[in-house]
C-alpha cells in the first residue's frame, strides 16, 4: 500500500503530485525547488543559498517518512545552468557522508516557477528488528 507524505516543513506539492511517498521500505521524494515553505516563495540569493533550501526541503520529507539524509539511496539533480555545478555540489557534500548516494545531474531548459534548480531522491527507511525485519537476518536492521 503507499503511503502519502505530507509535511507542513517543506513546500506544498504544487500540482497533482505528493511531497513524497512510501511502499514497503523506500521512500519516493518529489522533485524540490528552493521554496521556502513558510514564505511559499523561491529562496533569493546564488544557487549554494537555493540548493541548501532544496536539501533542508528534502530532508523535512525525508524525516516525516521516517527516514533522513543518511538513507539517501539515489538523487537526480536538475539545473538550468550546469556552469554553477561546482557551487551547488559544495552545499550538496555538506548532506551526505560515504558511501554517497548515487546521483545524476543533468542540465534542462526550464523548471517550475523560473527555480535554477530541483533535486528528487529516492531512500529507504531503517526498519528496527521488532518492527518487521522479514528474513533479513537483522542485516537491513
Do not use: H, W
Not at 513546500?11 to 521512500?27: K, M, N, R, T
Not at 543533468?106 to 518487521?132: F, H, N, T, W
Request: negative net charge; glycine residues 8%; charged residues 25%.
Amino acid at each position: 500500500m503507499i503511503q502519502e507524505i505530507i509535511t507542513p516543513n517543506a513546500p506544498q506539492a504544487i500540482g497533482p503530485y505528493s511531497q513524497g511517498v512510501v511502499i514497503g521500505d523506500l521512500v519516493f521524494v518529489s522533485g524540490q525547488i528552493p521554496i521556502n515553505p513558510k514564505t511559499k516563495e523561491i529562496v533569493k540569493g546564488d544557487i549554494s543559498k537555493q540548493t541548501k533550501q532544496v536539501l533542508e526541503n528534502i530532508k523535512s520529507i525525508l524525516e516525516d517518512a521516517g527516514s533522513g539524509m543518511e538513507s539517501v539511496l539515489k538523487t537526480t539533480v536538475y539545473m538550468t545552468d550546469l556552469s554553477k555545478f561546482s557551487d551547488m555540489n559544495k552545499v550538496y557534500e555538506t548532506y551526505f557522508e560515504k558511501p554517497f548516494p548515487a546521483r545524476a545531474t543533468v542540465q534542462v531548459a526550464v523548471l517550475p516557477k523560473g527555480s535554477p534548480i530541483e533535486i528528487e531522491c529516492i531512500a529507504y527507511i531503517k526498519r528496527m528488528k521488532d518492527e518487521g525485519c522479514d528474513g533479513c537476518g537483522g542485516e537491513c536492521c
